[in-house]
């Protein structure tokens, strides 16, 4: 059985960080892509960014959403199904549960392609 533990979570203030983690385990090798999407209980799940895991030429390539880009970084550990979203510089519109994803198939910011979904970790921030 494919789990996704996240972790990392947490309540900041304006201009803090954050560091998420996400452990993939049950896979047979490495997934393809794991990534971050976010909601809110007044947004669809959107994508914030994702990275190309899969072992080979690309391995490492990362996408980002604009709201984000300069901002949160993604990398993966390199033995690892394990990924990480650092935060910089949040803001109160940072504020949703962030959402770690595995194996895709189709456009890397489509919610609907990814095959394993985490429970979930609350990044509250304050003002």
């Known amino acids: 059985q494919v789990q996704l533990l996240e972790s990392g979570g947490g309540s900041v203030q304006a201009g803090e960080s954050l560091r998420l983690s996400c452990t993939a385990s049950?896979?047979?090798?490495?997934?393809?892509?794991m990534g971050w999407f976010r909601q809110t209980p007044r947004t669809e799940r959107e994508a914030v960014a994702v990275i190309f895991t899969h072992s080979g030429a690309g391995s490492g390539t990362t996408y980002y959403a604009d709201s984000v880009s300069g901002r949160f970084t993604i990398s993966q550990h390199n033995t690892e199904n394990t990924v990480y979203l650092q935060m910089n510089n949040l803001s109160p519109d940072d504020t949703a549960t962030y959402y770690c994803?595995?194996?895709?198939?189709?456009?890397?910011?489509?919610?609907?392609?990814?095959?394993?979904w985490g429970q979930g970790t609350q990044v509250t921030v304050f003002s």
């Open positions: 994803a595995a194996q895709l198939s189709g456009a890397w910011d489509n919610r609907r392609g990814y095959k394993y």
């Open positions: 049950g896979l047979t090798g490495r997934p393809n892509f």
